[in-house]
Every structure is written in C-alpha cells, then in structure tokens.
C-alpha cells in the first residue's frame, strides 16, 4: 500500500528497506514519492545524515540486506551418520 504523504526520516529507510526487493520503483512508489526516483534517493541520503549512517541511494539499502543475510558459516556434519 502506498503512503498517501511522502514519508521521511527513518520510516522512509524502514519503508525503503521492507520493499527492497520489489526494486526502487516499487519502494518509491509506496514510500509515497511516486515516480521521483531522484527525489526519493535525496530523501533517503537526508534521512540517514538525520540518524547518524551514510546512505548514497537505494542501493545501499537493498545490498546491505543482502549482504547480512549472507553472513555466517553453517557447521553441520556432512550425513546423518555423523552427528
């Protein structure tokens, strides 16, 4: 569902976030910005100077979610057998 108001500070990054993987034209659109891609990554990169985290655009966004959920290292034995 799209916001009826451009949203900003951390629920624009929160609402960016949850719709990530939909891709920027999604998220623009839901996070209340429409077709104003340009402007929606201004107001992401305003929103994370507010809090205190560098955010270049979208991207950022969507590749450091990918990049937490990538982290770890699975230890498991091979079969069965071997527990």
């Not at 799209?2 to 949203?7: I, K, R, V």
């Not at 920027?24 to 305003?46: H, K, T």
């Amino acid at each position: 569902m799209a916001s009826s108001a451009p949203l900003k500070g951390s629920e624009l990054i929160d609402c960016a976030r949850a719709n990530g993987e939909q891709g920027i034209e999604v998220a623009a659109y839901r996070c209340g910005y429409g077709n104003d891609l340009a402007r929606f990554e201004q107001q992401l990169r305003e929103a994370g100077q507010h809090i205190g985290v560098e955010i270049n655009g979208f991207d950022d966004l969507v590749n450091n979610r990918q990049g937490n959920e990538q982290r770890g290292v699975v230890i498991a034995p091979d079969t069965p057998s071997q527990l």
